[in-house]
Protein backbone atom coordinates (compact mmCIF):
# COMPACT_ATOMS: atom_id res chain seq x y z
CA UNK A 1 0.00 0.00 0.00
CA UNK A 2 2.93 2.34 1.02
CA UNK A 3 5.02 1.89 -2.15
CA UNK A 4 1.90 2.23 -4.64
CA UNK A 5 1.09 5.34 -3.10
CA UNK A 6 4.68 6.78 -3.04
CA UNK A 7 5.06 5.47 -6.58
CA UNK A 8 1.23 7.48 -7.51
CA UNK A 9 2.95 10.86 -5.72
CA UNK A 10 6.49 10.58 -7.78
CA UNK A 11 4.16 9.92 -10.74
CA UNK A 12 1.91 13.70 -10.02
CA UNK A 13 5.16 14.91 -8.90
CA UNK A 14 6.88 14.36 -12.15
CA UNK A 15 3.46 15.91 -13.91
CA UNK A 16 3.34 19.03 -12.18
CA UNK A 17 6.96 19.22 -12.38
CA UNK A 18 6.98 19.34 -16.26
CA UNK A 19 4.06 21.64 -16.46
CA UNK A 20 6.12 24.10 -14.45
CA UNK A 21 9.04 23.37 -16.62
CA UNK A 22 6.90 23.74 -19.89
CA UNK A 23 5.16 27.19 -18.22
CA UNK A 24 8.57 29.01 -17.59
CA UNK A 25 9.35 27.66 -20.97
CA UNK A 26 6.74 29.31 -22.92
CA UNK A 27 7.18 32.83 -20.50
CA UNK A 28 10.77 32.67 -21.03
CA UNK A 29 9.99 32.69 -25.25
CA UNK A 30 7.47 34.83 -25.55
CA UNK A 31 9.39 37.47 -23.36
CA UNK A 32 12.44 37.05 -25.90
CA UNK A 33 10.17 36.95 -28.88
CA UNK A 34 9.13 40.51 -27.23
CA UNK A 35 12.79 42.04 -27.81
CA UNK A 36 13.68 44.41 -30.70
CA UNK A 37 16.87 43.18 -32.45
CA UNK A 38 18.32 46.26 -31.77
CA UNK A 39 17.76 46.05 -28.19
CA UNK A 40 18.86 42.31 -27.44
CA UNK A 41 21.99 43.24 -29.91
CA UNK A 42 22.54 46.21 -27.36
CA UNK A 43 22.13 43.73 -24.75
CA UNK A 44 24.73 41.21 -25.63
CA UNK A 45 27.35 43.93 -26.37
CA UNK A 46 27.11 45.76 -22.92
CA UNK A 47 28.85 44.56 -20.45
CA UNK A 48 26.83 46.21 -17.84
CA UNK A 49 23.28 45.48 -19.86
CA UNK A 50 24.45 41.80 -19.78
CA UNK A 51 25.17 42.22 -15.92
CA UNK A 52 22.13 43.69 -15.25
CA UNK A 53 20.14 41.22 -17.19
CA UNK A 54 22.04 38.13 -15.23
CA UNK A 55 21.26 40.41 -11.60
CA UNK A 56 17.47 40.32 -13.00
CA UNK A 57 17.51 36.68 -13.54
CA UNK A 58 19.25 35.84 -10.05
CA UNK A 59 16.65 37.90 -8.30
CA UNK A 60 13.67 36.34 -10.18
CA UNK A 61 15.00 33.02 -8.40
CA UNK A 62 15.60 34.24 -5.23
CA UNK A 63 12.18 35.62 -4.88
CA UNK A 64 10.59 32.40 -5.56
CA UNK A 65 13.25 30.71 -2.61
CA UNK A 66 11.60 33.18 -0.57
CA UNK A 67 8.32 32.93 -1.52
CA UNK A 68 8.74 29.00 0.01
CA UNK A 69 10.70 29.74 3.03
CA UNK A 70 9.14 33.32 4.29
CA UNK A 71 5.44 31.89 4.24
CA UNK A 72 2.98 34.76 5.86
CA UNK A 73 2.61 34.71 9.43
CA UNK A 74 -1.51 33.80 10.25
CA UNK A 75 -3.00 33.78 13.86
CA UNK A 76 -3.21 30.93 16.46
CA UNK A 77 -7.07 30.13 15.32
CA UNK A 78 -6.26 30.13 11.78
CA UNK A 79 -6.22 26.74 9.87
CA UNK A 80 -2.54 26.02 8.92
CA UNK A 81 -1.80 24.97 5.37
CA UNK A 82 0.54 22.93 5.09
CA UNK A 83 2.67 23.32 1.55
CA UNK A 84 4.34 19.90 0.39
CA UNK A 85 7.94 19.86 -0.18
CA UNK A 86 7.78 18.79 -3.88
CA UNK A 87 6.06 22.25 -4.84
CA UNK A 88 8.46 24.22 -3.60
CA UNK A 89 11.12 22.14 -5.16
CA UNK A 90 9.31 22.54 -8.32
CA UNK A 91 8.85 26.48 -8.32
CA UNK A 92 12.70 26.11 -7.52
CA UNK A 93 13.35 24.04 -10.87
CA UNK A 94 10.65 26.26 -12.69
CA UNK A 95 12.78 29.17 -11.81
CA UNK A 96 16.34 27.33 -12.71
CA UNK A 97 14.71 25.99 -16.61
CA UNK A 98 13.47 29.95 -16.92
CA UNK A 99 17.38 30.61 -16.64
CA UNK A 100 18.14 27.92 -19.07
CA UNK A 101 15.76 29.03 -21.35
CA UNK A 102 17.11 32.52 -21.09
CA UNK A 103 20.96 31.81 -21.93
CA UNK A 104 19.76 29.52 -24.90
CA UNK A 105 18.01 32.03 -26.61
CA UNK A 106 20.68 34.75 -25.68
CA UNK A 107 22.63 31.85 -27.41
CA UNK A 108 20.72 30.96 -30.96
CA UNK A 109 20.41 34.77 -31.26
CA UNK A 110 24.58 35.50 -30.61
CA UNK A 111 24.94 32.04 -33.41
CA UNK A 112 22.18 33.88 -35.54
CA UNK A 113 24.00 37.12 -36.12
CA UNK A 114 27.19 35.16 -36.77
CA UNK A 115 25.34 33.72 -39.94
CA UNK A 116 25.58 35.27 -43.29
CA UNK A 117 23.05 37.88 -44.00
CA UNK A 118 20.37 37.50 -46.76
CA UNK A 119 20.98 40.30 -49.26
CA UNK A 120 18.42 42.66 -51.11
CA UNK A 121 19.44 44.08 -54.31
CA UNK A 122 18.03 47.70 -55.91
CA UNK A 123 17.76 48.82 -58.91
CA UNK A 124 16.94 51.91 -61.06
CA UNK A 125 17.34 51.98 -65.19
CA UNK A 126 17.70 55.30 -66.91
CA UNK A 127 15.44 58.21 -65.67
CA UNK A 128 15.35 56.25 -62.32
CA UNK A 129 15.30 57.29 -58.97
CA UNK A 130 15.41 55.77 -55.62
CA UNK A 131 14.88 56.49 -52.06
CA UNK A 132 15.94 53.28 -49.74
CA UNK A 133 15.41 53.29 -46.26
CA UNK A 134 18.38 50.85 -44.44
CA UNK A 135 17.44 48.48 -40.93
CA UNK A 136 19.01 51.11 -39.39
CA UNK A 137 17.05 54.27 -40.12
CA UNK A 138 20.11 55.80 -42.48
CA UNK A 139 18.90 56.45 -46.06
CA UNK A 140 20.43 55.99 -49.53
CA UNK A 141 19.61 58.10 -52.47
CA UNK A 142 19.77 55.96 -55.83
CA UNK A 143 20.81 58.19 -58.94
CA UNK A 144 19.77 56.36 -62.39
CA UNK A 145 21.39 53.47 -63.84
CA UNK A 146 22.29 52.21 -60.66
CA UNK A 147 22.59 49.10 -58.58
CA UNK A 148 22.95 48.92 -54.48
CA UNK A 149 23.20 45.64 -52.43
CA UNK A 150 22.69 45.79 -49.12
CA UNK A 151 21.61 43.38 -46.15
CA UNK A 152 18.34 42.59 -44.57
CA UNK A 153 19.56 43.03 -41.29
CA UNK A 154 22.98 44.46 -40.50
CA UNK A 155 25.89 42.04 -38.40
CA UNK A 156 26.31 42.95 -34.94
CA UNK A 157 30.03 44.43 -35.79
CA UNK A 158 29.38 46.45 -39.05
CA UNK A 159 26.90 47.91 -41.64
CA UNK A 160 28.01 46.67 -44.86
CA UNK A 161 26.65 47.18 -48.39
CA UNK A 162 27.83 47.40 -52.11
CA UNK A 163 27.36 49.96 -54.25
CA UNK A 164 28.03 47.55 -57.86
CA UNK A 165 27.59 50.66 -60.16
CA UNK A 166 25.74 53.81 -60.23
CA UNK A 167 25.73 56.69 -57.27
CA UNK A 168 24.00 57.03 -54.06
CA UNK A 169 24.05 59.40 -51.88
CA UNK A 170 24.31 58.22 -47.87
CA UNK A 171 23.24 59.58 -44.99
CA UNK A 172 24.56 57.68 -42.62
CA UNK A 173 22.53 56.76 -38.65
CA UNK A 174 25.40 57.63 -36.18
CA UNK A 175 26.86 54.30 -34.50
CA UNK A 176 30.06 54.72 -32.88
CA UNK A 177 29.85 50.76 -32.07
CA UNK A 178 29.12 50.11 -35.83
CA UNK A 179 31.01 51.78 -38.75
CA UNK A 180 29.31 52.05 -42.03
CA UNK A 181 31.41 50.39 -45.21
CA UNK A 182 30.41 50.92 -48.50
CA UNK A 183 32.56 48.97 -50.90
CA UNK A 184 32.49 50.21 -54.99
CA UNK A 185 34.62 48.02 -56.77
CA UNK A 186 37.95 47.82 -55.44
CA UNK A 187 37.24 50.85 -53.21
CA UNK A 188 36.12 50.77 -49.89
CA UNK A 189 34.11 53.88 -48.25
CA UNK A 190 34.01 53.65 -44.12
CA UNK A 191 32.45 56.47 -41.79
CA UNK A 192 30.59 56.19 -38.41
CA UNK A 193 27.90 58.57 -39.10
CA UNK A 194 27.70 61.01 -41.61
CA UNK A 195 26.46 62.31 -45.22
CA UNK A 196 28.57 61.43 -48.63
CA UNK A 197 27.94 61.03 -52.03
CA UNK A 198 29.59 57.66 -54.26
CA UNK A 199 29.71 58.26 -58.39
CA UNK A 200 30.97 54.87 -59.33
CA UNK A 201 29.54 54.37 -63.15
CA UNK A 202 31.31 51.31 -64.60
CA UNK A 203 32.00 52.88 -68.17
CA UNK A 204 33.60 56.41 -66.82
CA UNK A 205 36.53 54.43 -65.58
CA UNK A 206 36.83 56.42 -62.39
CA UNK A 207 35.32 56.46 -58.61
CA UNK A 208 34.52 59.33 -56.53
CA UNK A 209 33.85 60.31 -53.12
CA UNK A 210 32.39 63.11 -51.74
CA UNK A 211 31.65 64.43 -48.15
CA UNK A 212 28.67 66.65 -47.48
CA UNK A 213 29.04 66.03 -43.52
CA UNK A 214 31.27 64.06 -41.10
CA UNK A 215 34.27 62.08 -41.84
CA UNK A 216 35.05 59.26 -43.94
CA UNK A 217 37.97 57.21 -44.97
CA UNK A 218 38.29 55.89 -48.18
CA UNK A 219 40.87 52.79 -48.77
CA UNK A 220 41.32 50.72 -52.11
CA UNK A 221 41.71 46.89 -51.78
CA UNK A 222 44.84 45.56 -52.95
CA UNK A 223 46.01 41.67 -53.16
CA UNK A 224 42.75 41.11 -50.53
CA UNK A 225 44.54 43.95 -48.27
CA UNK A 226 43.43 47.31 -47.88
CA UNK A 227 45.49 50.24 -47.90
CA UNK A 228 43.95 53.67 -46.64
CA UNK A 229 44.32 56.04 -49.38
CA UNK A 230 43.09 59.39 -47.16
CA UNK A 231 40.32 60.92 -44.80
CA UNK A 232 37.93 63.41 -46.20
CA UNK A 233 36.42 66.32 -44.46
CA UNK A 234 33.26 67.96 -45.73
CA UNK A 235 33.34 69.60 -48.97
CA UNK A 236 36.48 67.39 -50.30
CA UNK A 237 36.25 65.22 -52.60
CA UNK A 238 38.82 61.67 -53.57
CA UNK A 239 38.98 60.87 -57.30
CA UNK A 240 40.18 57.33 -57.87
CA UNK A 241 41.09 56.58 -61.51
CA UNK A 242 40.70 52.61 -62.03
CA UNK A 243 43.32 51.37 -64.97
CA UNK A 244 46.05 53.58 -63.24
CA UNK A 245 44.90 53.16 -59.60
CA UNK A 246 46.16 56.71 -58.44
CA UNK A 247 43.49 58.76 -56.81
CA UNK A 248 43.32 63.05 -56.48
CA UNK A 249 41.69 65.12 -53.69
CA UNK A 250 40.32 67.67 -53.88
CA UNK A 251 37.75 70.54 -52.71
CA UNK A 252 34.51 70.68 -54.16
CA UNK A 253 31.04 72.42 -53.58
CA UNK A 254 29.60 69.54 -52.20
CA UNK A 255 26.11 70.76 -52.23
CA UNK A 256 26.77 70.61 -56.18
CA UNK A 257 27.42 67.42 -56.20
CA UNK A 258 24.52 66.03 -53.95
CA UNK A 259 22.17 68.32 -55.83
CA UNK A 260 20.91 65.80 -57.89
CA UNK A 261 18.40 63.72 -55.18
CA UNK A 262 16.97 66.77 -54.66
CA UNK A 263 15.85 66.34 -58.74
CA UNK A 264 18.33 69.02 -59.85
CA UNK A 265 20.64 68.52 -62.48
CA UNK A 266 24.24 70.44 -62.29
CA UNK A 267 26.93 70.26 -64.70
CA UNK A 268 30.59 71.90 -63.26
CA UNK A 269 33.15 71.89 -66.12
CA UNK A 270 31.55 68.69 -68.34
CA UNK A 271 32.91 67.86 -70.87
CA UNK A 272 30.58 66.33 -74.22
CA UNK A 273 30.84 63.20 -72.94
CA UNK A 274 29.57 64.52 -69.12
CA UNK A 275 27.13 65.50 -70.77
CA UNK A 276 25.85 62.27 -73.04
CA UNK A 277 26.04 60.59 -69.14
CA UNK A 278 24.05 63.01 -67.56
CA UNK A 279 21.60 62.76 -70.47
CA UNK A 280 20.96 58.91 -70.41
CA UNK A 281 20.89 58.76 -66.93
CA UNK A 282 18.48 61.81 -66.47
CA UNK A 283 15.96 61.53 -69.16
CA UNK A 284 16.29 57.52 -70.39
CA UNK A 285 17.05 58.38 -73.90
CA UNK A 286 20.21 57.16 -75.60
CA UNK A 287 23.03 59.74 -77.05
CA UNK A 288 24.97 59.62 -79.85
CA UNK A 289 27.94 61.88 -80.30
CA UNK A 290 29.08 63.14 -83.58
CA UNK A 291 32.25 64.53 -84.44
CA UNK A 292 35.35 64.76 -82.58
CA UNK A 293 35.66 65.95 -79.12
CA UNK A 294 37.28 69.09 -78.19
CA UNK A 295 38.10 68.64 -74.37
CA UNK A 296 37.95 72.40 -73.68
CA UNK A 297 34.54 72.38 -74.57
CA UNK A 298 33.08 72.83 -70.87
CA UNK A 299 29.58 73.34 -70.11
CA UNK A 300 28.31 74.38 -66.28
CA UNK A 301 24.62 74.75 -65.62
CA UNK A 302 21.93 74.00 -63.33
CA UNK A 303 18.54 72.42 -64.36
CA UNK A 304 15.50 72.09 -61.75
CA UNK A 305 13.26 69.31 -63.34
CA UNK A 306 13.46 70.87 -67.51
CA UNK A 307 11.91 68.88 -70.41
CA UNK A 308 14.82 67.46 -72.18
CA UNK A 309 14.58 70.26 -75.38
CA UNK A 310 14.59 72.82 -72.85
CA UNK A 311 17.95 71.37 -71.15
CA UNK A 312 19.53 71.32 -74.56
CA UNK A 313 18.36 74.32 -75.89
CA UNK A 314 20.40 75.79 -72.58
CA UNK A 315 23.28 74.44 -73.02
CA UNK A 316 23.37 75.39 -76.84
CA UNK A 317 23.80 78.90 -75.48
CA UNK A 318 27.29 78.00 -73.20
CA UNK A 319 28.94 76.14 -76.53
CA UNK A 320 27.52 75.71 -80.11
CA UNK A 321 26.04 72.64 -81.19
CA UNK A 322 23.41 71.19 -83.17
CA UNK A 323 20.85 68.23 -81.98
CA UNK A 324 18.25 66.39 -83.68
CA UNK A 325 16.25 63.87 -81.67
CA UNK A 326 14.83 61.04 -83.76
CA UNK A 327 14.74 57.29 -83.81
CA UNK A 328 14.37 57.62 -80.27
CA UNK A 329 18.00 58.89 -79.38
CA UNK A 330 19.33 62.09 -78.93
CA UNK A 331 21.79 62.72 -82.07
CA UNK A 332 24.54 65.74 -80.86
CA UNK A 333 26.96 67.18 -83.51
CA UNK A 334 29.95 68.54 -81.41
CA UNK A 335 31.02 72.05 -82.60
CA UNK A 336 34.94 73.76 -81.51
CA UNK A 337 34.77 75.64 -78.93
Given at each position: ????????????????????????????????????????????????????????????????????????????????????????????????????????LVYQYKWMQTEEPEWV?????????????????????????????????????????????????????????????????????????????????????????????????????????????????????????????????????????????????????????????????????????????????????????????????????????????????????????
Amino acid sequence: MGKKYNHRLSQRTKCTGCTKQLEAHRKAKQWYNTIDDNVASDILENPDKKEQLKLEIYNRIQEEIRSYNHSPLVAPDQEVKVRPLYQAVWRIAAAVALVATLSLLVYQYKWMQTEEPEWVTYQTGPAQFKKITLPDSSIVYLHANSMLRAPKSFAAKVRELNLVYGQSFFEVKKNPQKPFVVHSHEIETRVLGTSFNIKAYQQEGYIAVTVNTGKVAVGEYENNSLITLDKLVPGEELIFDRPSKTFLKQKVDASANIAWKDGVLVLQDATYHDVKTQIENWYGMPVELIGEQNDECLFTARFNKMQLAHTLESLQQINSFSYEIKDGKVWITMSNC
